[in-house]
């Protein structure tokens, strides 16, 4: 075996979990304690019980609160999305608490009642960057915290790639802090699972400290020549087990060496059966006797020690040479007894895989798979195309399963007929499918399409709501229009910063597609890869000039 396959594959010791999926657990909390709500990534606050079809057209600004975090063309994530930890016992009673991590490695608490900062902790990261920022590599944080409400705490990861966990109350240090991955890393959402945290990097936009460690090898193993720069980290997934919190421990699966093959989605992994993990790659060498697993679907053991099963679509060779693959986290959900996965990426195909044995027996057949719905043009960047962050997932009070697609880009000429539509949607749209069983066989049926939107990021659903944002964030990256002399990098970035057009909060009938609330001009600015937050009665949306807005009913 590889060098390489052998870092992929290392063995730790594995900790008994119990089956299931938390769709099916005790009764859903009405707050939001990490990216997607859950950690298998529906998006489907289950909780919510306040803002219903009925009232929700009536949502007003209950406050902005402004944070402070600089601004910076080459920083296109001033914070990260919002979590949100209800009924927290304090000093000065029991608050609903929002907290997000900024790009200046400060953690951020809030009072998600009123907006009033409750309390601040700074981060400082001692490690000075060999490189300068870009806006594809900007040397700040970027992976949204997660909450582990039984113990109280709150799991975040500056810029200095250590792991934290402090107090949900006052931000007081609860865990010895842990090397998770390497500083400056590009790392995505955390995910809690059964006391270990999980997280995936890529991009290469971390620095080793240490040749010698673990992640010095894998990073070097891949490299096909050696500049005089910093050794910059592989892609990777990490997971780092706190189940005792003076002494956490960090185990890593390399998807390959050095930067190909990177996890992209922005939930990082969601959580299958006997807390077996999923997660997707990037465009890469695709190799998995060499431990190179790009354009893929990977199941992970506990503690990210092993792979369990992967699925990879027979086009990989054409997604690989066009950049369509590894933008968007998978989701697991229930269906008819089955455990099912669907994925999409920026080639813009809807499939869904068994959890149990995706892709068949040659691991590239999955149970459905939709036509062209978007990118015709077959653009990963410039624009960006396809789907993009995550799907999400619903389902009925009367068990219909429904999944949304973020789709940037007008849809294929391939796409389904859609029977209800809100108008033409060229820029983009979020897509809702219906998931059924015909014949024995798992099918997807179009259902609805959004309004018109620029740059949407992923829905969210609560009570029947289907929340959606306009990101209203560039699609262009190095041109100004497609054919142009490419930017330099300095330029490249005030074009990335600059937003086409305002941020737009959309509220749909989740199962009808009818238009139930539009902020409109309300939110002025823009965001950069985030999404809504639906819980305790609010909608919370983050900008990229450091504000939370807090809409309600009322006032």
């Known amino acids: 075996m590889s060098k390489k396959a052998l870092f992929s594959f290392a063995m730790v010791s594995l900790l008994g979990v119990g089956a299931g999926l938390a769709q099916t657990g005790a009764a859903p909390a009405n707050d939001w304690p ?3 709500y859950d950690q298998e990534r529906s998006g489907w606050n289950r909780g919510e019980t306040t803002l219903s079809p009925r009232n929700v057209g009536r949502l007003k600004m209950q406050w902005t609160a402004e944070l402070g ?13 919002p979590v949100i930890a209800g009924g927290v016992q304090t000093a000065s009673g029991v608050k609903d608490i929002l907290y997000v991590l900024g790009a200046n490695d400060v953690l951020y608490a809030v009072d998600a009642a009123n907006g009033q900062k409750l309390w601040e902790k700074s981060y400082p990261n001692p490690i000075k960057p060999t490189k300068a920022a870009d806006w594809l590599c900007p040397n700040t944080t970027n992976a949204t915290p997660t909450v582990d409400k039984a113990r109280g705490l709150v799991f975040f990861l500056p810029s200095d790639g250590k792991l934290r966990a402090v107090s949900l109350a006052d ?15 590009r790392a995505w959402s955390l995910n809690l699972v059964d ?33 005089d720069g910093p050794l910059l980290d592989a892609s990777a997934v990490q997971a780092a087990d706190t189940r005792d919190l003076s002494k956490p421990s960090v185990t890593r699966f390399y998807t390959s060496g050095a930067r190909p093959a990177a996890p992209w989605g922005r939930g990082s992994t969601a959580k299958g059966p006997d807390g077996r993990i999923y997660l997707e790659t990037s465009d890469g060498l695709y190799d998995p006797a060499a431990g190179n697993f790009s354009t893929s679907i990977l ?18 060779k054409h997604n690989n040479q066009k950049d369509l693959s590894g933008s968007a986290s998978p989701v697991v959900f229930n269906f008819k007894g089955r455990t099912l996965v669907a994925v999409s990426q920026k080639e813009a195909v809807l499939r869904i895989l068994d959890a149990a044995k995706m892709g068949g027996d040659d691991h590239m057949t999955p149970l459905f798979e939709s036509s062209k ?9 410039d624009p960006g195309r396809g789907v993009w962050g995550a799907i999400t997932t619903y389902e009925t009070p009367d068990g219909r399963r429904f999944l949304y697609l973020p789709m940037l880009g007008n849809p294929s000429k391939d796409a389904p007929v859609f029977p209800v539509t809100n108008g033409p949607i060229p820029n983009g749209s979020v897509m809702a499918f219906e998931v059924l069983e015909k014949d024995g066989k798992i099918v997807a049926e179009a259902r609805w399409t959004s309004t018109d939107m620029v740059m949407p990021d992923p829905p969210v659903v609560a009570n029947g709501v289907l929340y959606a944002l306009q990101s209203a964030g560039q699609a262009m990256q190095n041109y100004v229009k497609p ?6 990098r300095d330029v490249s970035a005030v074009l990335r910063s600059t937003p086409v057009t305002n941020l737009r909060l959309f509220a749909y009938d989740a199962v009808t597609g009818k238009p139930l609330y539009d902020s409109k001009q309300i939110m002025k600015g823009w965001v950069h890869f985030s999404e809504p937050v639906v819980a305790l009665g609010k909608v919370f949306v983050v900008t990229h000039d450091a504000k939370v807005h807090a809409f309600g009913l009322g006032r």
């Open 373 to 381: 719905l978007g990118n015709d043009q077959e653009t990963g960047t």
């Open 299 to 316: 199941r992970l053991s506990p503690h990210a020690a092993r792979l369990v099963d992967s699925f990879t679509p027979r086009v990989y």
């Open 195 to 227: 006391e270990i945290v999980y997280t995936t990097s890529g991009r290469a936009c971390g620095e080793v400290q240490d040749l010698r460690s673990p992640m010095g090898a894998a990073a070097l193993s891949g490299l096909v020549r050696k500049g």
């Open 171 to 185: 931000g007081a240090e609860k865990m010895t802090p842990v090397e998770f991955v390497t500083p400056f890393a």
């Open 483 to 488: 054919g142009d002399k490419r930017l330099p």
């Open 34 to 36: 990490t990216w997607g």
């Open 69 to 81: 975090v600089p601004t910076d063309n080459n920083v296109l994530s001033t914070m990260t999305a």
